[in-house]
């Protein structure tokens, strides 16, 4: 029988220092890609990108209605001439009886009057938005034989 006296298992504070980092860091790396509600996301006009109503780079109203814009400058482009940015690059529109869900931001939408659609090999894909289909198109989710539509959408009253 062999006793050891003065030892002790120990974790030493360089092996707790260690495992303290590594938690901080997959902590801030979660919280980083922790994705915004829908609710708090806007498209910008200009460009099409999704942007965070709490921290938007920009904003614009016209008519009553507020604009959210990932760049000064594309606020800067929108002011200049927003009718042209509104004919061409819609709001987001769901609808809450849609029979297709956007595949970019989960939104409902109506497959007989998409805003916006593109056709796959798998069949047609709709999209809330001439952003979200672009994100789509332009992302690895469009398949190799993935060819745009033509956009068929009403104006607002």
């Not at 003065?6 to 901080?24: D, M, Q």
């Not at 509600?37 to 200009?46: L, M, N, Q, R």
């Not at 047609?124 to 060819?147: D, H, I, K, M």
Request: with cysteine; proline share 9%.
């Amino acid at each position: 029988s062999h006793v050891m006296m003065g030892h002790e298992f120990s974790l030493g504070w360089n092996l707790w220092l260690n495992i303290v980092a590594v938690v901080s860091l997959l902590l801030t790396f979660a919280l980083s890609r922790r994705s915004v509600s829908d609710e708090g996301v806007a498209i910008d006009p200009v460009c099409g990108m999704q942007v965070a109503k709490d921290s938007p780079a920009a904003v614009a109203d016209v008519d009553g209605v507020r604009y959210y814009f990932c760049a000064p400058r594309c606020q800067d482009r929108f002011v200049k001439e927003p009718a042209k940015f509104l004919g061409q690059t819609p709001v987001m529109v769901e609808d809450p009886d849609g029979d297709a869900t956007d595949p970019i931001c989960g939104m409902k939408v109506n497959s007989k009057q998409p805003p916006a659609q593109a056709d796959s090999p798998t069949g047609p894909v709709y999209f809330c938005s001439e952003g979200c289909r672009g994100q789509w198109l332009a992302g690895p989710n469009a398949a190799p034989g993935t060819q745009q539509v033509s956009l068929s959408r009403k104006a607002k009253p």
